[in-house]
Nanobody, 121 residues
Framework: VQLQASGGGLAQTGGSLRLSCAAS????????MAWFRRAPGKEREFVAA?????YYADSVEGRFTISRDNAKNTGFLQMNSLKPEDTAVYYC??????????????????WGQGTQVTVSS
């Protein structure tokens, strides 16, 4: 199983980026997917998840949109109205979490390598 995250880069405050997560070696549609991030000096934190419905961290609600294209085995994270505090390495993950644990890192079996997002002020 491989997850390849891409689309990170440098953006200005208020700008947008779209992350992609290409999956291989598994039946992508059978899994829930999520995005996490790790900012410098902080622990990995939940950003968004998509299974039967979407879930967002309060800090990104209304600005970020998680989606997927099962036909292409690819997940996405559209990030708008970016803020400097969104600067982090972003990771995609897939798994079969129970809904009560959908925000937990332990709920996901497979992880991408991470893509750096830097938002300048």
């Amino acid at each position: 199983v491989q997850l390849q995250a891409s689309g990170g880069g440098l953006a200005q405050t208020g700008g947008s980026l779209r992350l992609s997560c290409a999956a291989s070696g598994l039946t992508f549609s059978s899994y829930g997917m999520a995005w996490f991030r790790r900012a410098p000096g902080k622990e990995r934190e939940f950003v968004a998840a998509l299974r039967s419905r979407v879930y967002y961290a309060d800090s990104v609600e209304g600005r970020f949109t998680i989606s997927r294209d099962n036909a292409k085995n690819t997940g996405f994270l559209q990030m708008n109205s970016l803020k400097p505090e969104d600067t982090a390495v972003y990771y995609c993950a897939v798994g079969r979490p129970i809904l009560s644990e959908i925000r937990g890192t332990r709920s996901y079996n497979y992880w991408g390598q991470g893509t750096q997002v830097t938002v300048s002020s």
